[in-house]
């Protein structure tokens, strides 16, 4: 008898460093053994990679062109192709036996309630959602603010949203009152869906009268939709407030609802997230390209199997949520779990017993909660049973390799594979991931997904040596690109593209190893990662503005234990004002108030003095470094 072949790469090449190659078992049930023989294909003909995912999914009338580019950058996919994504998401499983499957199974934070839907029963919760917004309104084109708590209601909402044709714009439930406005007023939302509240650590959050704050001042909504979470009272304004309870009662709820056949470039969804200049940007998605993107990583990189139960614990309010709680996995058909609560209350275990009552087989989070866990020791994990995981995702922030570890030994027994997913909201998928085939390094997310192209660049554009650090561009168009910031085409042109022109500016830095594996250092831009969210510097600095006391203000990021980067500002004051601790406790506060919780600084410092340059810009890196108490670098242009 011959030899049985072995599985996955017929010749595994040696790599340099620290490497966990795949183990034989998981080569032997991936979907997708032969990970250099893809690649190449797709490198070849990226367009056709694509084109021929596309072809997997169901599309109302095929599309003509598979990418324009004539308009760079303002580039096209599927041009021509009419398709629902919710029809995707959801009908299309109609057909198959996964009708009867479970798309969603959710507990409380409390643990005293679970609801679990059926694909069968997700149709009719979207399309009751669906039927009641449009008895609100809302049309095709229209744009809807969710804020909302994380219960299934949320993604009946977007998925509701969608079905109809409405643009839906998720504002995170922590964001606060001026933060949440300033997304409705610039989104021209008619209608915003909330709840009467959530729960956070067993806090009562009071969305609706954060909602009512915040609508007060935008005149373009109608209608406020109300999901009832929590029971409390709430205050009700007759004519714009309606219960979602109630209405589902009336007789313009329907189980079954119309989707929508939209274009393959019309607008799904927008979302807002921080950038170097002023305020959030709403990045653009569309139907078409953004489900083709979602749909193919998700299948490749967590290699998504009918029997998985996969979680992903991120708030559906990030794209993080949107691609890979919400699209991705319902795409695939797959079961996917939604917790409301965070993993350290009521206790360090409370993650660990969830993943043992609904054997969880993948865990998709981010390096600050493997170290915010972490920080509790073993025995939490331990007491569960945690071996129905077989892969173990990354997200949001570079891991460091001591993170990695823990998650890889305590959590995954050593046998998962942890997917160290680089992307952004922009990408709208993974772009630099590795798949459970890849040999992995600890902190490098490997190597760019199949069909695209990465490069390291410095700043007159030309590629930096393999292992000097430099300026990450993405050299190819892909699906889930976002098309634009929605209202400022030319923000758009100038953030992403005009650095390197033809090159897709990420604002990260990243080194490339002798194996061409990409380890991402951080922002280059006045972006802080905190715990994986991203802030603007800018931002922060005009919340502090608004207080009465203070005159200038910088923040930076500095390293944390735990959150990755953390707020740190420097104020200096009016006159008439002094500091004190209770001052820069005000104004700690006073931050957490305009934009949210997350946004909380550290450590507020007075000081008499900025470092500018002569052009009056703060030199933030300056800072850095002397907080840090590193080299200057080049000082030449500080004005004193
Ligand atoms: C920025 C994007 C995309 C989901 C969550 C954040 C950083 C993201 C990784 C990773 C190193 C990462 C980058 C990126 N980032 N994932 N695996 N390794 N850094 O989305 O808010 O749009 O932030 O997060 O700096 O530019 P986002």
Not at 146 to 174: D, N
Not at 313 to 319: E, T
Request: aromatic fraction near 10%.
């Amino acid at each position: 008898m011959p030899a049985a072949k072995k599985p996955g790469n017929a010749k595994p090449k040696k790599f340099n460093g620290e490497v966990y190659y795949p183990a034989e078992d998981v080569l032997a049930r991936a979907n997708l053994r032969d990970w250099e023989k893809t690649a190449r294909r797709a490198d070849k003909d990226f367009v056709g990679f694509w084109e021929q995912e596309a072809t997997q999914l169901e599309w109302f009338k095929p599309w003509k062109k598979t990418l324009d580019d004539g308009k760079a950058p303002f580039y096209k996919w599927f041009v021509g192709g009419k398709l629902n994504i919710v029809h995707n998401c959801i009908e299309r499983h109609l057909e198959t036996p996964r009708k009867n499957k479970l798309a969603l199974i959710w507990e409380s934070e409390d643990g005293k309630q679970d609801r679990s839907f059926s694909f069968h029963a997700l149709n009719r919760e979207v399309s009751r959602m669906a039927s009641i917004i449009h008895a609100l309104g809302v049309k095709k084109g229209d744009r809807v603010t969710i804020y909302m708590g994380r219960i299934p209601e949320i993604i009946f909402a977007m998925l509701a949203c969608a079905k109809i044709g409405a643009v839906h714009s998720v504002v995170f439930g922590g964001f606060s009152v001026p933060a949440l406005r300033g997304r409705v007023q610039d989104s021209e939302s008619k209608l915003v869906i909330t709840c009467d509240g959530g729960y956070q650590n067993g806090k009562l959050i009071e969305l609706k009268r954060i909602t009512d704050e915040a609508v007060a001042q935008c005149p373009g909504v109608e209608n406020v939709l109300v999901v009832r979470r929590t029971g409390h009272a709430v205050p009700f304004q007759p004519g714009r407030d309606h219960w979602y309870h109630e209405m589902l009662e009336s007789p313009v709820a329907k189980d079954r609802f119309p989707t929508q056949p939209m274009d393959a470039e019309d607008p799904l969804f927008i979302l807002y997230t921080s950038g170097s200049t002023g305020r959030p940007k709403a990045i653009l998605h569309t139907h078409g390209g953004y489900m083709v993107g979602t749909y193919t990583t998700l299948k490749y990189v967590f290699d998504i199997k009918d029997e998985d139960r996969y979680w992903c614990a991120a708030d559906p309010g990030w794209i993080t949520g949107h691609s890979y709680i919400v699209y991705g996995p319902l795409l695939n058909g797959a079961t996917s779990f939604l917790y409301e609560g965070g993993p350290t209350f009521p206790n360090p275990g409370r993650w660990w017993q969830l993943i043992e009552r609904y054997g969880i087989t993948i865990l998709y989070t981010a390096p600050t909660a493997v170290r915010g866990l972490m920080r509790f020791g073993e025995d939490w994990p331990e007491q569960y049973d945690l071996s129905s995981l077989r892969l173990l995702g990354s997200v949001g922030e570079p891991i460091n390799p001591e993170a990695w570890r823990w998650y890889y030994r305590v959590i995954g027994k050593g046998k998962t594979p942890i997917m160290d997913t680089w992307w952004q909201t922009e990408t709208g998928m993974f772009m630099i991931t590795p798949t459970p085939v890849v040999p992995l390094k600890p902190g490098s997310g490997t190597r760019p997904f199949f069909g695209q192209r990465a490069e390291i660049l410095d700043e007159t554009g030309k590629p930096v040596k393999d292992g000097d650090e430099g300026y990450l561009v993405l050299t190819r168009p892909w699906p889930s690109m976002l098309r634009t910031i929605y209202g400022d085409a030319e923000l758009y042109k100038r953030q992403y593209w005009s650095k390197y022109p033809g090159k897709y500016m990420t604002g990260d830095s990243a080194r490339r190893d002798e194996d061409g594996y990409y380890w991402i250092i951080g922002r280059v831009d006045d972006v802080i990662n905190v715990s994986g969210h991203r802030l603007g510097t800018a931002e922060i600095e005009s919340a502090l503005i608004t207080h009465p006391a203070v005159a200038e203000s910088a923040a930076i990021g500095l390293p944390h234990e735990v959150k990755g980067q953390a707020v740190h500002c420097f104020v200096l004051l009016k006159p008439e004002h002094s500091a004190s601790e209770q001052l820069a406790e005000e104004l700690r506060q006073h931050v957490a108030t305009v934009i949210g919780g997350i946004a909380r600084p550290e450590e507020v410092a007075f000081v008499d003095k900025l470092p500018k340059t002569r052009s009056g810009k703060i030199m933030r890196r300056v800072l850095k470094a002397r907080a840090q108490g590193l080299p200057e670098g080049d000082l030449s242009t500080l004005e004193d």
